[in-house]
């Protein structure tokens, strides 16, 4: 029995080291997340962003000079056909 108890004895001993060590480790862990992450993270967020900002800017571009062209070519298509109309009337 009573090697059984220095057993059940030692085994407490080191769960209670390891228990201490994991406490450490969660504590230094924490410190270096909030010491040295949270700026990199912070910076990565916000390069994201305006990654993807100027992307939507690059695509509202590319959108309103599709419609400047199609405008243009619509609007010259209209002004031809109203040109031809005009000189069928007084020439023909």
Do not use: C, H, Y
């Amino acid at each position: 029995m009573d090697d059984m108890e220095k057993k059940q004895r030692e085994l407490e001993l080191k769960i209670k080291e390891l228990e201490a060590k994991i406490e450490a480790l969660r504590v230094t862990n924490e410190q270096q997340l909030n010491q040295t992450d949270i700026p990199e993270i912070v910076d990565s967020i916000l390069s994201e962003k305006e990654f993807a900002l100027a992307q939507e800017v690059e695509n509202k571009m590319q959108q309103q000079q599709l419609q400047l062209i199609k405008w243009s070519a619509g609007t010259g298509i209209s002004v031809i056909a109203v040109v031809i109309s005009i000189f069928r009337i007084f020439f023909m």
